[in-house]
């Protein structure tokens, strides 16, 4: 009996690859080698064996810290082929971002959500642009619109994507201290000489901040005091309004550090609100003092002493009633030209200007100074339809 065999063709056996890792400082160990399909790591002399098929392959080295690098070799087979590779430092251009606006320190690839930030360069590029308030830094972010709600304050709320201002939440260091916005003084005049970057989310964030967040959430991140610095910034506008602040930080400790931020804003009336002010002011004082000097009778005026120093003069007097009561009062006089005018006067140590100035300072300072003006014309108008009312003391018969 005779047998046939067919051959059997014989197998290209595999060539062997080994590859040495390095960096400027030497043999880099634990990197991974990728060729073929097959991942070995660098042993703590740089190298790696890989056993690999015959032909032309592709070698990928990675290694935390570093820039990833390739490397292509041609494997002979049944040989032993070597490849060097080099890693670089990763390069520093490479910014890594951690924001907070979501309840957490997470870096900005890992956040589930779109964070859009404001950077430190940015912020301090507006704080030099427009020192007083974040409104102007808020307001050149897209989607965001700041609405001035009371223009004598300065005041605005935050709309975000179109919604109410109410479904704005701001935050200060990812915790909402501010509370909801009222639309009058609000936080949009922090200035924000101690911001160290904004961040944004558009859209729903009820579920961590509650119904307040329909609209987004703005988070305001404070520079931490790292290092000892002093800032101290003046600004002036066009319209007489000065904006001047003071940031100081001085680290204490590894883990402690100390931080001040302080601000003064005021602005000058202009000449006309200046002359409305006084004309007003005169016609209040004559409606509500001079008319009425007919209606008092029988007092009799003493006078007690003067006392003059330059243009400048105090008249000291009593009056006494028809009951035989004594009423100190002081008239202090500005001299203008060859007369003497009276600006001030006090009665029982009282002064009719500081009585006045309290009032007048705690209208501007709860409603602005556009409502002080208000309230002074409905007052002169009421006083005048009421003398206009008033019958004519004409003699009787």
Not at 208 to 235: D, H, K, Q, T
Not at 362 to 386: C, H, M
Request: aromatic fraction near 4%; hydrophobic fraction near 40%; charge should be negative.
């Amino acid at each position: 009996m005779v047998a046939a065999g067919a051959p059997v063709a014989a197998q290209t056996p595999p060539g062997r690859l080994i590859v040495s890792v390095a960096s400027d400082d030497g043999p880099v160990a634990g990197a991974d080698v990728q060729a073929g399909g097959v991942v070995v790591k660098t042993g703590s002399d740089g190298t790696a064996i890989l056993a690999l098929p015959a032909g032309l392959t592709d070698v990928i080295v990675t290694r935390a810290g570093f820039d990833p690098a390739a490397a292509q070799v041609e494997i002979q087979p049944g040989a032993t082929a070597r490849v060097e590779v080099e890693l670089e430092l990763q390069s520093e251009l490479e910014e890594n971002i951690v924001v907070s606006a979501t309840r957490a320190e997470q870096r900005i690839d890992d956040v589930p959500l779109r964070v859009e930030v404001v950077p430190a360069e940015e912020v301090q590029e507006k704080i030099a642009m427009a020192p007083g308030d974040v409104s102007m830094l808020l307001a050149e972010t897209n989607g965001l619109r700041v609405q001035t709600t009371s223009p004598s304050l300065g005041g605005a709320s935050l709309r975000i994507q179109g919604l109410n201002g109410r479904y704005s939440q701001v935050l200060s260091d990812g915790l909402p201290l501010y509370g909801s916005q009222s639309g009058s003084v609000g936080i949009l005049q922090i200035p924000p000489m101690d911001l160290q970057q904004v961040e944004v989310i558009k859209g729903v964030a009820s579920a961590l901040y509650g119904m307040s967040a329909i609209g987004g959430v703005v988070n305001l991140v404070s520079r931490r005091p790292r290092a000892p610095e002093r800032e101290f910034l003046i600004n002036q506008t066009t319209h007489q309004g000065t904006d001047a602040a003071a940031w100081i930080a001085q680290p204490l400790a590894d883990h402690w550090g100390l931080s001040v931020l302080a601000g003064q804003h005021w602005q000058q009336r202009t000449p006309a609100e200046r002359e409305e002010f006084a004309r007003l002011f005169g016609n209040l004082l004559e409606q509500t003092y001079i008319s009425r000097i007919d209606e008092y009778g029988g007092e009799k005026l003493t006078y007690v002493s003067e006392q003059v120093d330059g243009d400048r003069a105090v008249v000291r007097a009593r009056i006494i009633t028809s009951k035989g009561t004594e009423v100190p009062v002081e008239s202090r006089l500005l001299q203008k030209g060859d007369r003497w005018l009276i600006y001030d006067i006090l009665v029982e140590n009282l002064s009719l200007i500081s009585n006045y100035r309290s009032q007048f300072d705690r209208v501007i300072r709860t409603s602005g100074y556009p409502e002080l003006v208000k309230r002074l014309q409905a007052r002169v108008e009421a006083l005048n339809e009421k003398d206009t009312r008033a019958p004519s003391k004409g003699p009787t018969r």
